[in-house]
């Protein structure tokens, strides 16, 4: 099979919102789109120093970069989330459903008429992607996509069909939140790569594999929560959701107050540097209107 690019090489119609502003929507599962990356980001969070009151004047960020990435990948996750949850009547959408016998999870689980989905969300604004068979570099490092997609559809599709051998295969899905473009090399491969604007319009124009008994099973199958690995949770997904939007709030505030000093101090130099070139600029005229 070829790998499958939408939207490669042409910029996105519609533009994706750089923060989650989305409304809490819990799942049947009972986890939140990017649960999983939010309780990562809360337990790496967690152990860092508050900032001093200057830091904070001076719009210090209260995540370093590496809590950034995740906070980041939370916020494409629920981007994602919220075009999944504008699907019509007819699909299931579960969220952060972590895999049995794994350290991964699947940010997204689809069940349709069109086939199972496990989507993977990929966060990198303004930026055009290129990538290969295997991975899609990012900067000056390559991201192995490609290759988690595939395991974690085969992890899953192992899964479901130790309960249903009939089920058919699980489809592995990239969504990039509005990259500029994607150029990926045609290269064998069995991902889906596409950007978020176009990823509704996609599901729902899937053929029927499905027949309504078919589906239902496969549901019950999913909903079931001894399909899947035991996940933690030390607060409840709606307190969860309150504190990373609560973060979200804190760090939007840091970036204000950075680029609000930043203008000051431009300001301020010019006003300095006006100042003192005033007198050359007087004497230089008094010089010219003397000749």
């Not at 899905?173 to 978020?196: F, G, Q, W, Y």
Request: hydrophobic share 45%.
């Amino acid at each position: 099979m070829a790998t499958t690019i939408l939207g490669a090489g042409v910029p996105a119609r519609d533009s994706e919102p750089a923060r989650s502003a989305v409304p809490f929507i819990p799942t049947a599962p009972g986890r939140f789109a990017g649960q999983s990356v939010v309780e990562e980001l809360l337990r790496q969070h967690g152990d860092r120093p508050q900032r001093s009151r200057l830091a904070r004047t001076l719009g210090a960020s209260p995540l370093d970069a590496n809590e950034l990435s995740w906070l980041r990948a939370a916020q494409a996750e629920m981007i994602v989330g919220d075009i999944l949850a504008r699907l019509p009547e007819g699909y299931s959408v579960y969220h952060s459903l972590p895999i049995r016998h794994t350290a991964f999870w699947v940010d997204h689980l689809v069940v349709g008429p069109g086939g199972i989905f496990s989507i993977n969300s990929k966060t990198h604004w303004d930026r055009d992607l290129t990538g290969s068979q295997r991975s899609i570099p990012i900067g000056e490092h390559a991201m192995p996509y490609l290759r988690d997609a595939r395991f974690e559809s085969a992890q899953i599709t192992a899964l479901l069909a130790k309960a249903m051998p009939a089920t058919s295969v699980v489809q592995p899905v990239i969504v990039l939140v509005n990259p500029h473009k994607i150029l990926l090399a045609r290269k064998p491969d069995t991902v889906t790569v596409i950007d978020s604007p176009r990823l509704r319009r996609w599901l729902v124009g899937r053929p029927q594999v499905f027949s309504a008994e078919q589906q239902a099973a496969l549901t019950t199958l999913v909903d079931d929560p001894g399909t899947w690995r035991a996940a933690g949770q030390p607060l409840a997904p709606a307190h969860l959701h309150a504190r990373f939007t609560a973060l979200e709030q804190q760090v939007a505030a840091a970036r204000t107050r950075r680029t609000t000093f930043t203008v000051l101090a431009a300001a301020a130099a010019a006003t300095v540097l006006a100042l003192a070139t005033a007198p050359l600029i007087v004497t230089a005229v008094e010089y010219l209107a003397a000749r």
